[in-house]
């Protein structure tokens, strides 16, 4: 499981986790079911303070997002439960702030924005047919 | 500023109005630290600040001329020996007898103590990549460190010192350094102590830190409180200003003409009152990174322009 | 010349000792000139302090500074990047020490022997002096990194130099008589101007080409690699393979002790033993006098050689200038009397290693290459005159008591380096210098007495106050003793039982030394009440506590 931690950023470390974690499950590279490395593990790998770990661990836990079994570990847990979706909103909405925020910014209108957004869809499915 | 004396209870390092000086010149004031069990304490501060000075107050290095230190609650001048075997240090120097070979060295630290575990003192050296037949002085500076870390480690002390143990390192032996710490501190709540003027590190791992400026302790307690205690302000004005007078809660001030940049440490509300009748507005406010809180501490509040 | 200012400036307390005893002694020596003349022992104190300062100047000369790690001393390396080329960097100091040496001899030889003597005094000792400090500077510098081979062509060069100079001076007289004058006055001198010109300009040179190659290619552990490295091979595969954990804390710090400061004294006795005995297969039977000069030689060599190992053994780590605990060592869990205790174990190891080393080699050698026939006579002579069995008694009394003066002498050396501070050191050394310097005096001026007898019976006479002032000194020693111990306890610094053990010790041999001093001298009375007192004081008990209690507060600063 590939996660970065960025010192450079404002995020907390422990959310910063989180975020990833959620990002991984939400795009797929992290499947239902599977199993997520120990705390301890995490930590040496990231080379973080394993507090900073089970911190994030827990929150992921409490929405929902992992769920621990004893004794087993920690694992992924299902999709398509309604607090999926909201995850997903939650990603996407951070994203569409900043590139809006942007937009006013450069002072571009707001329809060249969703024009771009169209263009850039066509160009993603021709690139992915290809 | 000094941390609240919490529950010094359990406490592995329980430091309590220490005040030190070097002739007439005083090196630590008043410091005053506890270290709870399992706890990656990290200390922060300038070169000179005063760091090794506590850290050799921890080892019994130097004796207390006012104040009071307790390791593991015991007194490690008097019970010196006690002390110092359930502690592992590092030193800053990594003085490390130069002409004994690594199995020597390692031959001769396992009997000072008695929780030395031969199997895993291997599997470290192993992993540090030292060979046996090496002599310390022909180990460069990173291999040098490691060898001390792993003098330290190999007795799976109770309490780990290191005294800024990636000085002078390059990253790569850094890294396997803090894997080194980590993995410590996962086992079974070791607690760790180290010092450092790498702020990156110090974020990453501790849990706790304290900042110490000339000898006194400006900061001190969780990262994510001392992070939430700060924040920086940006702040206009009508008309350019040469100099703000000192405000209340401000750590450091920044600025030129009409925007200035504002360090400020708890309550904000007097300060902004402040500003808004000196006339400014705030137009910017964010949450500083821990390497602006250190150097706007270090560098000292006051109103002086750029 | 910035460049001299500068380093001058960082060694201003050594110039500054220099100038002044060159300052004082001088003069007075110049003033009392004409008194001198006559007596033997004040022309050689006088000659003294124009030895020390010929030797102060060549300390001071001493144009080199530790590398970054310190693990050895060579040219300064911070001067390599200034914006000087190397000409300039190696002739500067080198010049200027010849310059300086010549001018201090020159100075002592006009002022003191000049005036007092009235014979202009040769050139060719300065000229010496001079070529002998460019070959001192080149060879500190060029074999910056061999610690051990530079002290070893130091000592040839060293050697050639002085006997070069002392031939010199035993012909100088012949010479000038067979050449006319003013010719042979001057002969030796520009003789002498012609044969070293070449030899100094191959030290200028040598220095000149290293101090280059170090300029631009740095000093870096390969350069002492191969010959180290090897030496180090050997050493790692002559020494047993110990796998095996130590036993307890004190055997693995006992086996540090051992490997730094306990093996010196056998290794250095082993060293000198080799060469007073290597020449013996060539030379074929050696005479009966030269076989006793001898072998009194031999049996001195472990204590002369222990009195000055003995300065060292307190040091932390023997090898190291570094007078301080450092951290590593401070932080072994590992009470400070438990540490002086293996210290003084590894001492009493080393003092036993090298007498055994020392009989075996004697045994050896006087069986094979030795005429025995005084020896046995005079062995003789005294069995008849005494008893054999007293005889006994007391080859097996010098035999302990020299390996316990030795391992005395090792100890006696702890309480001085245990506790970093140089100041201490250098006090004691000019305290015994001078201890030995008035000595000298005393006894010089006795034998210059013109009635030795007189003063013989003088001393006799006053002898009974003397003991009574001595054992004065003694019960002083003993009570100090006392309190320092017992101080040590109260501090935790020694644990009682260790403390009594110790104790005990000293008690037995104490009381063996005696019984045996009554046993075999017991006339005439004074001299065996003396030897008592002084058997009293022989077990080290004071300074021992004294170095418990500096290293206690050295660790705990």
């Not at chain 1, 959620?22 to 705390?39: C, D, F, H, Q, V």
């Not at chain 2, 270290?35 to 506590?54: D, H, I, M, Q």
């Not at chain 2, 799976?156 to 990253?171: K, T, V």
């Not at chain 3, 210290?343 to 036993?352: G, I, Q």
């Amino acid at each position: 499981m590939q996660i970065h931690i960025s010192m450079e950023d404002r995020v907390p470390i422990y959310r910063q986790i989180v975020k990833q974690i959620k990002y991984l499950r939400a795009s797929g590279r992290l499947e239902p079911g599977e199993e997520m490395p120990t705390i301890r593990g995490l930590a040496e790998q990231l080379r973080v303070n394993p507090n900073t770990v089970a911190r994030a661990y827990l929150e992921l836990e409490k929405d929902g997002v992992v769920t621990k079994r004893h004794g087993t570990g920690t694992f992924v847990s299902d999709l398509g439960s309604p607090l999926d979706r909201r995850e997903k909103m939650k990603i996407l909405t951070e994203r569409a702030d900043t590139l809006l925020a942007e937009a006013e910014q450069l002072n571009i209108e707001f329809d060249a924005v969703i024009d771009l957004l169209r263009v850039r869809r066509e160009e993603m499915h021709v690139r992915v047919g290809k | 500023m000094n941390l609240p004396t919490s529950s010094s209870a359990g406490a592995v390092i329980s430091v309590a109005g220490l005040s030190r000086r070097f002739g007439t010149k005083p090196v630590l004031e008043d410091v005053s630290i506890h270290v709870p069990r399992g706890c990656v304490f990290g200390l922060l501060g300038e070169n000179g600040a005063g760091k090794s000075t506590l850290i050799k107050h921890l080892l019994g290095l130097l004796r207390v001329e006012a104040g009071a230190v307790r390791v593991f609650g015991l007194d490690p001048v008097a019970q010196g020996v006690e002390v110092l075997s359930r502690i592992g240090y590092l030193s800053e120097a990594r003085d490390l007898p130069s002409w004994m070979r690594v199995d020597e060295l390692l031959r001769y630290s396992a009997a000072f103590y008695p929780g030395w575990d031969h199997v895993y003192a291997d599997e470290l050296r192993r992993q540090f990549e030292l060979e046996t037949k090496v002599r310390v002085r022909h180990l460069s500076q990173g291999q040098l460190a490691k060898a001390g870390l792993l003098v330290a480690l190999a007795h799976r002390p109770e309490l780990l010192i290191l005294d800024e143990p990636s000085s002078g390192l390059d990253p790569v032996v850094r890294r396997d350094i803090l894997e080194a710490i980590i993995r410590t501190v996962a086992d079974e709540g070791r607690t760790v102590f180290f010092s450092s003027h790498l702020l990156d590190e110090v974020e990453r791992v501790s849990d706790q830190i304290a900042m110490i400026h000339r000898g006194r302790v400006v900061l001190g307690g969780t990262l994510s409180d001392i992070k939430e205690r700060h924040v920086c302000l940006v702040v206009r004005f009508p008309a350019p200003r040469l100099e703000i007078p000192s405000l209340e809660n401000v750590v450091h001030l920044q600025g030129a003409d009409r925007e200035w940049s504002i360090m400020c440490q708890g309550a904000r509300g007097p300060l902004e009152a402040s500003l808004a009748k000196l006339g400014g507005e705030v137009v910017e406010e964010r949450v500083p990174t821990l390497d602006e809180i250190f150097v706007a501490q270090a560098t000292g509040a006051g109103g002086m322009a750029r | 010349m910035a460049i001299l200012c500068e380093f001058w400036w960082a060694k201003r307390r050594l110039a500054l000792a220099a100038a002044v005893l060159i300052g004082l002694s001088f003069p007075v020596t110049w003033m009392h000139a004409r008194d001198i003349q006559g007596n033997a022992v004040l022309e050689f104190v006088s000659a003294l302090p124009i030895a020390g300062s010929v030797f102060l100047v060549f300390v001071a000369f001493n144009y080199t500074e530790r590398d970054r790690r310190g693990r050895f001393s060579g040219f300064p390396v911070r001067t390599f990047t200034l914006p000087v080329s190397t000409t300039l960097l190696v002739t500067t100091p080198m010049v200027a020490g010849m310059v300086a040496i010549a001018t201090v001899y020159l100075m002592a030889s006009t002022m003191i022997f000049g005036y007092a003597i009235g014979v202009q005094s040769p050139l060719w000792p300065a000229i010496l002096l001079a070529s002998g400090m460019a070959g001192y500077q080149a060879i500190l510098w060029s074999l910056a990194p061999h610690r051990m081979i530079k002290l070893v062509v130091l000592g040839v060069g060293g050697a050639f130099h002085v006997s070069l100079g002392v031939a010199l001076a035993t012909i100088e007289g012949t010479w000038r008589s067979l050449l006319p004058a003013p010719l042979g006055s001057w002969s030796i001198d520009l003789l002498l101007l012609a044969a070293l010109t070449p030899w100094c300009l191959g030290f200028y040179l040598g220095a000149l080409a290293a101090v280059h190659s170090q300029r631009h290619g740095g000093m870096e552990a390969n350069s002492r690699g191969t010959l180290r490295r090897l030496l180090e091979d050997l050493s790692d595969r002559l020494r047993p393979r110990r796998r095996e954990p130590f036993r307890s804390a004190a055997a693995a710090q006992f086996w540090y002790e051992w490997r730094r400061c306990g093996c010196v004294l056998p290794w250095a006795t082993f060293g000198v033993l080799v060469l007073i005995m290597a020449p013996a297969p060539f030379v074929g039977e050696i005479r009966a006098e030269t076989t006793v000069v001898t072998l009194q030689w031999i049996l001195l060599t472990p204590i002369a050689l222990a009195f000055a190992v003995g300065k060292g053994f307190g040091k932390a780590d023997f090898w190291s200038k570094d007078l301080t605990v450092s951290p590593f060592l401070a932080t072994r869990p590992c009470g400070s009397g438990d540490l002086i205790r293996t210290k003084v174990l590894a001492a009493l190891a080393s003092a036993m290693l090298t007498w055994a080393l020392v009989f075996v080699a004697a045994a050896m050698w006087l069986g094979h290459w030795c005429d025995l026939s005084s020896m046995v006579k005079w062995v003789t002579m005294l069995g008849s005159k005494f008893s054999y069995e007293r005889l006994w008694v007391a080859a097996g009394m010098i035999t302990v008591l020299g390996v316990l003066f030795t391992w005395k002498l090792l100890v006696n050396g702890i309480y001085l380096g245990v506790a970093g501070e140089r100041w201490r050191w250098h006090a004691h050394l000019s305290f015994v210098g001078a201890l030995l310097l008035g000595f000298a005096l005393l006894f010089g001026m006795l034998f210059a007495h013109h009635h030795p007898e007189e003063v013989r019976l003088f001393l006799i006479g006053r002898a009974p106050k003397l003991i009574w002032l001595c054992g004065a000194l003694v019960l002083l020693k003993i009570w100090l003793a006392y309190r320092l111990w017992t101080g040590a306890v109260e501090r935790e610094i020694l644990s009682a039982g260790r403390a009594a053990r110790y104790f005990a010790w000293w008690v037995g041999v104490t009381g063996c030394l005696v019984y045996g001093i009554w046993q075999i001298l017991p006339y005439p009375v004074w001299i065996r009440n003396l030897l008592t007192l002084m058997a009293l004081a022989f077990m080290p008990a004071v300074r021992l506590g004294v170095a418990l209690h500096r290293l206690h507060s050295h660790r705990h600063a």
